[in-house]
């Protein structure tokens, strides 16, 4: 099954058969699976159900890698229109947004914006870091791929002189993470550790699983030990068994800390947690632009394949 995830991964990127799988409506099994449904509405119902649950969610307007200007400025009236929407539901102060800095314009050509790609995502994300401190909330910063870690960490420190509370995210995967969370373990910052999902050469990442798990650990007794806050997103259950022992042994306070799954991973586990104490954030996608999303999720766990196949044949 491992090796499949490599094939999965590049076809996360293929236009074909993105052209073919996106003609899945959003209520295809296999999607609806991983993603609440396209609207607002559908994004704000989602964080109401787990609030309910006592879970706390983040909200992300599914698209990434747009060379189009105006679809990264709908991008972010989405993040707008959403952040009122929770405010205007109560539901703002245990729901953030998730955002790939991709979605807003880090990457357009100079063409579309001869001001950089780099300064239309800052100016975009100030947007949307301040319509959420409006509506009481944060935002974190997706991380993506690793040509992106640099531009992407230093919008964060950008951001963070006007919104501290702005979220990181580092992957373990990285053969540079266990020194990025030395610098980012201060006092306040936020920082999601995950696993990384996407196919990256191994001049720069680690290619083993169990290499990937080790300095996931490693990483983690950094931000456990530090003085930042800790975002624990991994359905892996020895990773969150040793997170638990991790923030025992830093003396850290349920609530110090919180973990993170995605919306429809491991449902049961959420909620066992959330039962035991833990602060638990549901990571929930909502939005048109699935396709790359639900290819990484397959990607992670191909037994999920046949399903899939079947939601196309019976489309
Ligand atoms: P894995 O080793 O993949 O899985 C461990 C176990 O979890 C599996 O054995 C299985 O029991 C269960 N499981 C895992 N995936 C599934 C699934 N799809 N369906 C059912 N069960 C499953 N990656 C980034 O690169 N950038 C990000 O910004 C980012 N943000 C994330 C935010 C959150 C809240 C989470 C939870 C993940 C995020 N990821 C991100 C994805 C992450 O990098 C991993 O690719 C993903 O979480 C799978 O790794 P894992 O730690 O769950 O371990």
New binding site residues.
């Given amino acids: 099954m491992a090796l499949l995830r490599q094939p999965l991964l590049l076809l996360a990127r293929s236009q074909q058969v993105k052209n073919l799988v996106s003609t899945l409506p959003v209520s295809a099994g296999i999607v609806r699976g991983y993603v609440p449904g396209e609207g607002t509405e559908d994004a704000v119902r989602a964080a109401g159900e787990l609030a309910a649950d006592g879970l706390t969610a983040?909200l992300d307007f599914l698209g990434e890698d747009t060379s189009d200007r105006a679809q990264a400025d709908a991008t972010v009236a989405a993040y707008v229109d959403v952040l009122a929407a929770l405010s205007a539901k109560g539901l703002a102060s245990g729901t953030e947004v998730?955002l790939k800095l991709s979605a807003i314009g880090q990457f357009l050509p100079v063409d579309v914006a001869p001001e950089g790609g780099h300064r239309v995502a800052l100016e975009n994300a100030r947007t949307i870091c301040r319509a959420a401190r409006n509506a009481g909330t944060t935002v974190t910063l997706?991380?993506?791929d690793y040509t992106t870690t640099d531009s992407t960490l230093a919008i964060l420190r950008e951001l963070r002189k006007d919104f501290p509370e702005t979220g990181a995210?580092l992957?373990s995967y990285l053969h540079r993470t266990e020194d990025d969370c030395r610098e980012l373990a201060y006092e306040g910052s936020r920082v999601?550790l995950?696993?990384?999902?996407?196919a990256q050469p191994e001049s720069v990442a680690y290619q083993d699983?169990a290499d990937v798990d080790r300095s996931y650990v490693r990483c983690l007794k950094v931000l456990m030990e530090g003085q930042g806050y800790p975002m624990v997103?991994?359905?892996?259950?020895r990773?969150v068994e040793i997170a638990t022992s991790l923030a025992g042994r830093a003396a850290r306070p349920q609530g110090s800390y919180e973990f993170?799954?995605?919306y429809g991973?491991?449902p049961d586990e959420q909620r066992r947690l959330a039962a035991n104490g833990e602060r638990v954030?549901v990571?929930v996608p909502y939005g048109q632009e699935w396709y790359g999303y639900l290819m990484?999720?397959l990607a992670?766990?191909p037994q999920?394949l046949a399903f899939f196949a079947r939601s196309l044949v019976s489309k």
């Fill in positions: 983040t998730s997706d991380m993506e995210v992957q999601r995950c696993k990384g999902a996407y699983a997103a991994t359905h892996d259950p990773l993170q799954m995605l991973v491991r954030r990571y990484r999720r992670e766990r999920n």
